[in-house]
């Protein structure tokens, strides 16, 4: 049988930093006028951490082999977007917006994409997932466009988009990861759920 650790190592992770980005997101909200250099740092570090964690998830095998399945790309990506924050910290805030608002987006519709494969599943909190999906979407898009916001405006929807970005996360990872070891009667482990679905999809009728 798979071992469990890597998939608990990477639920936990995934929690936990998601909480960090919920935290991150209500000092920028309560200092919205903070220091470039500090928030820029914060968040470089927040998401190579988190990027470290997905690959770590896509590399776990979970069992439904739902919640990590973008995480190759959407980790890698993460790495690539936390660097760029790091090196350039005496950037603007419209800067980090544009980073971090194509990081929300991009990570929201992969959420959107696990909650529409979530349903067949029988997974009933697809809805919620979903619907958490949808509006972290937006929030990244309006991080990108920017439509004529003031420096607070904009540094208190920075904070807001953070927290839905963590809260989206918390979700997917309650809802969509299982870290139970399932075995038959006959004591051999049962097949992921993904790949019999998938099976069943393109069999043959009749």
């Given at each position: 049988?798979?071992?469990?650790?890597?998939?608990?190592?990477a639920?936990?992770?995934?929690?936990?930093?998601?909480?960090?980005?919920?935290?991150?997101?209500?000092?920028?909200?309560?200092?919205?006028?903070?220091?470039?250099?500090?928030?820029?740092?914060?968040?470089?570090?927040?998401m190579?951490?988190?990027?470290?964690?997905?690959?770590?998830?896509?590399?776990?095998?979970?069992?439904?082999?739902?919640?990590f399945?973008?995480?190759?790309?959407?980790?890698?990506?993460?790495?690539?977007?936390?660097?760029?924050?790091?090196?350039?910290?005496?950037g603007?805030?419209?800067?980090?917006?544009?980073?971090?608002?194509?990081?929300?987006?991009?990570?929201?519709?992969?959420k959107?994409?696990?909650?529409?494969?979530?349903?067949p599943?029988?997974?009933?909190?697809?809805?919620?997932?979903?619907?958490?999906?949808?509006?972290?979407?937006?929030?990244?898009?309006?991080?990108?466009f920017?439509?004529?916001?003031s420096?607070?405006?904009?540094?208190?929807?920075?904070?807001?988009?953070?927290?839905?970005e963590?809260?989206?996360?918390?979700?997917?990872?309650?809802t969509?990861?299982?870290?139970a070891?399932?075995r038959?009667?006959?004591?051999?482990?049962v097949?992921?759920?993904?790949?019999?679905?998938?099976?069943?999809?393109?069999?043959?009728?009749?």
């Amino acid at each position: 049988m798979r071992t469990a650790m890597p998939v608990k190592t990477a639920k936990i992770g995934y929690l936990v930093m998601s909480g960090l980005l919920c935290l991150l997101g209500v000092l920028v909200i309560c200092d919205p006028g903070a220091s470039m250099r500090t928030l820029g740092m914060l968040c470089g570090l927040t998401m190579l951490a988190f990027g470290l964690v997905k690959l770590v998830g896509y590399f776990s095998k979970d069992l439904f082999r739902l919640a990590f399945e973008n995480d190759l790309s959407s980790g890698i990506l993460m790495l690539v977007l936390g660097a760029s924050l790091l090196l350039h910290t005496d950037g603007t805030l419209n800067f980090f917006c544009t980073v971090i608002g194509i990081l929300i987006l991009a990570d929201g519709l992969f959420k959107v994409q696990i909650a529409a494969d979530a349903r067949p599943f029988g997974i009933r909190q697809w809805a919620l997932l979903m619907t958490a999906a949808i509006i972290t979407a937006a929030c990244g898009c309006l991080l990108i466009f920017r439509p004529g916001a003031s420096v607070n405006l904009l540094g208190r929807l920075l904070g807001v988009s953070l927290i839905l970005e963590g809260t989206m996360n918390i979700i997917t990872m309650l809802t969509t990861v299982s870290t139970a070891a399932r075995r038959t009667a006959r004591g051999s482990c049962v097949r992921s759920p993904r790949v019999s679905w998938k099976r069943a999809r393109i069999s043959p009728t009749g």
